[in-house]
């Protein structure tokens, strides 16, 4: 199987990111996006799982949302209350 790696846009990946929530819990997240987001806003893909974002899902979760975010989209990689970083 190959793994495209030319995408319409270029990419910017923030590994580590935090979302904080009202009670004062942050859950740690990984996003993609297109490197000119900030200036083109962009709908987003939000993926939360049970399952750190460093371990298990390291490997689809490289091949999966680099190509959304290749093709116009922020993915975000969320990790669930209490299963993260």
Known sequence: MKTRTDFPRAIRLIEH?????????????????????????????????????RDATTERDALNHPYFAGHGYAAIRVDMRGAGD
Request: proline share 11%; hydrophobic share 45%; no cysteine.
């Open 17 to 53: 990111a935090e979302i904080a929530l009202s009670d004062g819990v942050r859950l740690s997240a990984m996003i993609w996006l297109p490197k000119d987001a900030e200036e083109k806003p962009v709908p987003a893909i939000l993926e939360y799982l049970p399952y750190r974002k």
